[in-house]
């Protein structure tokens, strides 16, 4: 069965960090590109990062430069956001999307439609409260 599969989600203390995790099943990561995105109740989705697993680019929205890191693991077919410094307006539901059409990260590859995209995970809470 083809899914990505969010994890590392949940209740975090100010300041604090995690690590969230995107699992491919049923399809290997080769090829494409893949990002996160967070959506706030009562809020737009925002994009957070985009890493490729075809040429490499790795990009970030100004905004997210800093607290938070993309990486892969080729071994695990899996995608990682780390958020540092973790802050309680980054509460939110956490989701990865892949696309192999674009398959380099560009400065709006994190802005497009979700039919823009081949496969969505379900997301994962995070939650940031003292």
């Known amino acids: 069965q083809v899914q990505l599969v969010e994890s590392g989600g949940g209740l975090v203390h100010p300041g604090g960090s995690l690590r969230l995790s995107c699992a491919a099943t049923?399809?290997?990561?080769?090829?494409?590109?893949i990002g996160w995105f967070r959506q706030a109740p009562g809020k737009e989705r925002e994009g957070l990062a985009c890493?490729?697993?075809?040429?490499?680019?790795?990009y970030y929205p100004d905004s997210m430069k800093g607290r938070f890191t993309i990486s892969e693991d080729i071994a695990e077919n899996a995608v990682y956001l780390r958020i540092s410094d973790v802050k309680p307006e980054d509460t939110a539901v956490y989701s990865c999307?892949?696309?192999?059409?674009?398959?380099?990260?560009?400065?709006?590859?994190?802005?497009?439609?979700?039919?823009?995209?081949?496969?969505w995970g379900q997301g994962t809470q995070v939650t940031v409260s003292s």
């Open positions: 049923g399809f290997t990561l080769d090829g494409y590109a």
């Open positions: 890493i490729s697993r075809s040429d490499g680019s790795t």
């Open positions: 999307a892949v696309s192999r059409t674009y398959w380099t990260c560009t400065n709006n590859w994190l802005e497009g439609e979700r039919f823009d995209y081949d496969y």
